[in-house]
């Protein structure tokens, strides 16, 4: 059987053009964050992980012992938070969304928490290499009107956290 140039040109076409069309579906939280900053009207901030320390710190001083020891685990294992918040949810949100979860799933992320309540979506995802939680993100969207999306990189050992009193005494409740 012989195959034309033709023919082979169309399922050459054919092949890329599905493969571009599945990498748009695609997106990555800090590219959702610049989509969210850049499209609506978002505030997105980028803090270092020696300024979260640093309020860690500060924030301490007033705190009980458990809540201490939870304040400086959290705080002392975060290497950068960018965050977008806005009062007002973009047109196209809901399909970048979609392409953000698309992107989590292919990555490994897994599904931790999914709630909802009224008109209230919070859902947050974790990277994890063993026990260490590598990345968070935290998307909170209220319909049509607040929404939030925070991509946390970090080196917290869940093992560690699982341990420590506080998480106890949550898992207790």
């Known amino acids: 059987m012989k195959i034309s140039k033709t023919a082979i040109f169309i399922m050459l076409c054919l092949t890329v053009g599905t493969m571009t069309e599945s990498l748009a579906q695609s997106t990555s939280p800090d590219k959702m ?49 960018r965050f977008a918040v806005s009062e007002s949810v973009p047109s196209e949100y809901g399909s970048k969304l979609k392409a953000m979860v698309n992107y989590l799933n292919e990555h490994k992320y897994e599904p931790l928490v999914e709630v909802r309540d009224g008109d209230t979506n919070v859902n947050i995802w974790g990277l994890f290499d063993g026990d260490i939680i590598k990345r968070l993100i935290i998307s909170t969207v209220e319909e049509g009107d607040n929404m939030a999306l925070f991509n946390i990189k970090s080196d917290i050992d869940m093992a560690r956290l699982q341990g420590m009193s506080f998480f106890k005494e949550l898992k207790a409740k």
């Open 33 to 81: 964050i610049s989509f969210m900053r850049d499209k609506g009207d978002a505030l997105a901030f980028t803090l270092p992980g020696w300024l979260v320390r640093l309020a860690g710190n500060i924030a301490d001083n007033n705190l009980e012992d458990t809540e201490r020891e939870m304040v400086q685990e959290l705080t002392h294992h975060i290497k950068k938070i």
